[in-house]
Nanobody, 124 residues
Framework: QLQLVESGGGLVQPGGSLRLSCAAS????????IGWFRQAPGKEREGVSC????????NYADSVKGRFTISRDNAKNTVYLQMNSLKPEDTAVYYC?????????????????WGQGTQVTVSS
């Protein structure tokens, strides 16, 4: 049974860091692009970052460029999102998603499998 499990969320002060993990079971991630999305209360889900199946291509939303880094460890079947210099506007539920394609997309409808999400709250 396919399962994506996000972890690593929590409460952090502005300027702090968190590392989110997305672990997959029932699916080998090597062949697929993986995206991170987030959704704040009352807002639409938005793309944060994406990494291609090879790891050779990464994309970031303008709002997180220079602060967030996506990476993947295919041996562990896990994708990570390192988040530094966090801001209150980064507060949201963060989701990882699998796209059955080698290449990234910033659109949620292009993704086939989703995790349950992990809450990130940035507040003093």
């Amino acid at each position: 049974q396919l399962q994506l499990v996000e972890s690593g969320g929590g409460l952090v002060q502005p300027g702090g860091s968190l590392r989110l993990s997305c672990a997959a079971s029932g699916l080998i991630l090597d062949y697929y692009a993986i995206g991170w999305f987030r959704q704040a209360p009352g807002k639409e889900r938005e793309g944060v970052s994406c990494i291609s199946s090879s790891g050779g291509s990464t994309n970031y939303a303008d709002s997180v460029k220079g602060r967030f880094t996506i990476s993947r460890d295919n041996a562990k079947n896990t994708v990570y999102l390192q988040m530094n210099s966090l801001k209150p506007e980064d507060t949201a539920v963060y989701y990882c998603a699998v796209r059955r394609n080698y290449h990234c997309s910033g659109y949620p409808y292009d993704y086939d499998y989703w995790g349950q999400g992990t809450q990130v709250t940035v507040s003093s």
